[in-house]
């Protein structure tokens, strides 16, 4: 048989291009495989995006959080952006969210965004104003006076005296002809004001805690002891008084309170949250909810007011003309009242009529205080130079609460006004029995 050259090149071409047919055939499927695969890539990164802009922009512009809800989330977008490409595969499109925002988020949301107010400047001078002032106390004999006062019976009788009574009025009558006194004494009234005023207070007392009452030295001294024992505690946020001043008052300042018709840093009032006053800063500061969180913050503003008086008063010469008669009859009642049973010093007399004056003076500052207005905290040379509000009261008292514990409850707040949030999203479809999945978060989160 005669071979033909011609046939054996068009059998080996035709070997070589069927292989080649095959290579390229394989590698167009690839490309349309592949472009497909990138077309609904592009898509769920399309889809992603559109749902991260759809964040809520009051809750951005009132707390500076990034999210957004998941009922706005709207299944056919996919679909039209797959058309809008030239697609109409019919795949479903799901999507599951990172639910919440964790502790670790938050810090970071705050620290980005809230650069409000010199926190840690105020903490500062008011903790170191408190600490000297009880520093004071205890250098003056002050808190042994007390003590000795409240461990004897005279300050059960004070009580007595201060709920008034025929019995009261009779003792009062004798003490005062014993020491020739007569109704037009100076002494004589200023104590028979104060033992009228602290009656009001103790019949009609601020709403800040069960508890309060004036007439008890016992819960006078608890109070300065606490005082201590929280400030003490505070002093170990001193060292990081930046990053963590920044989280106190934007914890503080950006939250419902007590004080009525108030609103966030950036005008927005807290109903467009939740449709009743909340006491989320004083949830925020002490842990409890409700009327406990309110009453224990007012106990503490209490106290930090009572302290700044008494030490004022202390020192202030204009009281001494008027304190020592006063304390003279103070004296002679209990006396009267006790058979002559109980006698101390007249130092601690002189001292439970500047605690009662002050006590006095702190609760008429706390109604201020408490009705949103501002108080002198610090006064030199006749001159305020330190004004406190309510929110002030908040921001130095949260500098004592551990950053920790300030962004838990913070979240729990976010929680229960924003359900359902999200802050960032996993968008999936099926691609022939594969998933093809596309993730995001708010770079904020990252």
């Not at 697609?87 to 670790?104: C, F, K, L, P």
């Not at 620290?111 to 903490?123: D, P, T």
């Not at 001078?125 to 002050?142: A, C, H, N, P, T």
């Not at 009529?353 to 610090?378: H, R, S, T």
Request: glycine fraction near 8%; aromatic fraction near 12%; charged fraction near 20%.
């Amino acid at each position: 048989m005669k071979k033909n050259k011609r046939g054996t090149s068009t059998l080996f071409l035709a070997i070589i291009l069927s292989a080649l047919i095959l290579v390229q055939t394989t590698y167009i499927a690839f490309a349309a495989d592949l472009d497909r695969r990138l077309t609904y890539t592009r898509a769920l990164k399309e889809q992603t995006q559109i749902y991260l802009a759809s964040y809520d922009r009051q809750l951005f512009k009132t707390y500076g959080i990034y999210a957004f809800d998941s009922n706005r989330i709207n299944t056919l977008v996919f679909n039209e952006i797959l058309a809008a490409n030239g697609y109409d595969s019919g795949d479903v499109m799901y999507a599951s969210g990172m639910y919440g925002i964790d502790t670790e988020t938050l810090r970071r949301a705050v620290a980005c965004y809230y650069s409000y107010r010199a926190s840690g400047v105020l903490f500062q001078r008011f903790s170191s104003q408190i600490m000297y002032l009880l520093g004071q106390l205890d250098e003056g004999g002050v808190i042994g006076e007390l003590r000795e006062f409240v461990s004897s019976p005279a300050s059960g009788i004070l009580g007595r005296i201060i709920d008034g009574g025929a019995e009261i009025s009779e003792a009062v009558d004798i003490a005062a002809s014993t020491l020739g006194f007569d109704d037009s004494n100076p002494a004589y009234q200023r104590f028979m004001s104060i033992v009228s005023s602290l009656n009001a207070i103790t019949n009609d007392s601020p709403d800040i805690s069960n508890g309060f009452d004036p007439s008890d030295m016992g819960f006078i001294f608890n109070l300065i002891e606490f005082n201590s024992d929280m400030y003490d505690a505070g002093t170990f946020f001193e060292e990081n008084i930046n990053l963590h001043g920044c989280l106190a008052d934007y914890a503080a300042n950006n939250f419902d309170s007590r004080l009525e018709d108030d609103t966030a840093l950036d005008g927005t009032p807290f109903n467009c949250f939740h449709p009743d006053n909340e006491s989320d800063a004083e949830y925020i500061l002490t842990g409890l909810e409700g009327f406990p969180g309110k009453a224990l913050t007012g106990y503490m503003i209490f106290g930090s007011l009572f302290l700044k008086n008494l030490i004022c008063d202390l020192t202030d010469p204009s009281l001494q003309e008027i304190i020592v008669p006063a304390a003279q009859l103070l004296s002679g009642i209990i006396s009267v009242l006790s058979a002559g049973t109980v006698i101390l010093p007249a130092e601690v007399y002189e001292l439970i009529i500047v605690i009662l004056i002050a006590e006095i003076e702190a609760v008429m500052e706390l109604i201020q205080v408490l009705n949103g207005e501002d108080v002198p905290f610090i006064t030199w040379g006749g001159e305020d130079i330190l004004m406190l509000n309510y929110r002030s009261f908040l921001t130095v008292f949260m500098n004592l609460v551990p950053d920790q514990l300030i962004l838990d409850r913070m979240l729990t707040i976010f929680n229960r006004d924003f359900p359902g949030y999200m802050t960032g999203i996993e968008t999936n479809t099926d691609y022939r029995g594969e998933t093809i999945s596309y993730e995001a978060v708010y770079e904020l989160y990252e």
